[in-house]
């Protein structure tokens, strides 16, 4: 089954203790993308990555490491949480089409930063 | 910073009624594209339509493209409670057209 996985899928963490959330993919996408969804802003993309070794940062990527080194995983890394990084996060892939192409998310991962 | 703003911001509506939201955006796309999104969950893909199109239909989805306002709708004939859901556009801009910019969404309840 194609699909995008996450891991966790929930994850309540302290400030500053360093965590890494992986996405997968088994659809052979060139494009990846994480995105952050907070109430009333909509989903705002953080990284995303156009192939491997390839990386871009999005319109939010303070606070935030990503990395490429195989083309079906995209993890997220944050070194040093804060509590405004409490957010829900969603993994995409997509074929990375000139003119566009559906982007396949992730169940996304509810984090909680304390 | 956001690009496609939806209108309107909540929606409520009977079961067999006709829903309709529209997304407006801010500078030149190369794609438009609207996906659902379930209480919570990941977003699935709906419909795309590319800036050369100016109509798109998928099953009892019809998303329409103005170009010139920089505008775009999609109706939802015939709703279903199962189509209670957040309803996002997203845009890709002409060079970069994997880069999805999302809007904030409308919420579409659909009553029994």
């Known amino acids: 089954e194609a699909q995008v996985t996450q891991n966790p899928r929930y994850l309540i963490t302290v400030t500053g203790k360093k965590l890494t959330v992986t996405c997968s993919q088994n659809?052979?996408?060139?494009?990846m993308s994480w995105y952050r969804q907070d109430p009333g802003l909509g989903l705002r993309q953080i990284y995303y990555?156009?192939?491997?070794?390839?990386?871009d940062k999005g319109d939010v990527p303070e606070g935030y490491k990503v990395s490429r080194k195989e083309k079906r995983n995209f993890p997220l890394i944050l070194e040093s949480p804060s509590p405004n990084q409490t957010s829900l996060y969603f993994c995409?892939?997509?074929?990375?089409?000139?003119?566009?192409?559906?982007?396949?998310f992730g169940p996304g991962t509810r984090l909680t930063v304390t | 910073s956001q690009q496609g703003e939806e209108d309107p911001q909540a929606l409520s509506i009977q079961e067999g009624e006709n829903a309709t939201m529209n997304c407006s955006y801010k500078?030149?796309?190369?794609?438009l594209q609207w996906y659902r999104q379930n209480s919570g969950r990941g977003l699935v893909h709906l419909i795309l339509?590319?800036?050369?199109?100016r109509e798109k239909h998928s099953g009892r989805l019809r998303v329409t493209l103005d170009t010139s306002k920089k505008s775009s709708s999609l109706l939802i004939t015939a709703s279903r409670a199962a189509d209670t859901a957040s309803y996002f556009c997203?845009?890709?801009?002409?060079?970069?057209?994997?880069?999805?910019?999302f809007g904030t969404g409308t919420r579409l309840q659909v009553t029994l």
């Open positions: 995409a892939s997509s074929l990375g089409r000139q003119w566009g192409s559906e982007q396949y």
């Open positions: 659809m052979n996408h060139e494009y």
């Open positions: 990555s156009m192939n491997v070794e390839v990386t």
């Open positions: 500078t030149s796309i190369n794609n």
């Open positions: 339509i590319r800036s050369n199109e």
């Open positions: 997203a845009t890709g801009a002409p060079g970069t057209a994997s880069k999805l910019t």
